[in-house]
């Protein structure tokens, strides 16, 4: 009757030092990385909002409909819009990867307006 052989005790221990200190790593890694996008969350929150007329320079949140003398065609919907961001991937074999093959942005200047006036983005 033949036995299995007895598993190293070695090598567990150092796959689960190694499992361990990646853990760590990734641990440490995402905590650090979540203070980053806090700090941008709190920023964009922070930014006031004000009226046309009354911003200031810099930073600053504004609402309103949007005008311009010039339009494109977007090449999905074929509708008008001042900005649009097409980004194609691979289908198939070439699927399993996760790369984009090709990526399209165009903009054109446009003005956004409220009531209290207009400002060119």
């Known amino acids: 009757m033949a036995t299995s052989p007895a598993p ?3 090598f567990e221990s150092l796959l689960v030092l190694v499992g361990a200190l990646g853990g760590v790593l990734a641990g440490f890694y ?4 979540g ?8 920023l964009i929150e922070n930014i006031p ?3 046309i007329r009354s911003a200031a320079l810099g930073q600053v ?7 311009g003398p010039y339009t494109i065609i977007s090449p999905l919907s074929l509708s008008d819009c001042y900005y649009y961001k097409a980004v194609a991937y691979p289908t198939g074999q070439d699927a399993k990867q ?5 990526a399209e942005i165009l903009s054109v200047p446009f003005f ?3 009531q209290t006036g207009n400002v060119m983005v």
């Open 8 to 10: 190293i005790p070695h």
């Open 30 to 33: 995402l905590f650090c990385r």
């Open 35 to 42: 203070f980053g996008l806090l700090a941008r969350k709190r």
């Open 49 to 51: 909002r004000s009226e």
């Open 61 to 67: 949140e504004i609402s309103g409909k949007a005008l």
């Open 98 to 102: 996760a790369h984009r093959s090709s």
């Open 112 to 114: 956004l307006g409220d």
